[in-house]
């Protein structure tokens, strides 16, 4: 189809997506950033969140970690340091890390453990969401 771009989105693990694909909506640092063919090229960080995919007209949705993307006007490529699908998040243990990540920061050893922290507890509320949007508890 002309309106579609190659998409690679890739961690350290394996190689999470491999296809044409007609859209992105990716977390950035500075917001939600959508992506068709045709954009002008770019790099951007990404942020702890979701990572959506228009294919064949219809939406997919992940959750991401921090990474990195390229964007070139016919293909996208992501590096991040994980990405689940809804289905291979594991509820209890996202919400024990979310509980494990609260606790650090209520106790304020250091600021390095408080932004450690805050991230993890990022990390986890995004699957959480993920996962419940989707409702495969």
Known sequence: MASEFYLEVITPERTFFQGNVEMIIVDS???????????????????????????NGKW????????????LPDRTIILSHTVEWPEEIDTRRAQAALER???????????????????????????????????LD
């Open 29 to 55: 640092l500075d917001g939600e950033l959508g992506v068709m063919k045709g954009h002008l090229p770019m790099v951007a960080s990404i942020a702890i969140g979701t990572l959506k995919i228009k294919q």
């Open 60 to 71: 997919k949705e992940a959750a991401i970690n921090e990474g990195f993307m390229e964007v």
């Open 101 to 135: 990540a609260q606790e650090r920061i209520r106790q304020r050893r250091s600021m390095t453990e408080y932004y450690q922290s805050k991230a993890a507890m990022a990390r986890a509320m995004s699957r959480l969401k993920v996962k419940k949007r989707y409702n």
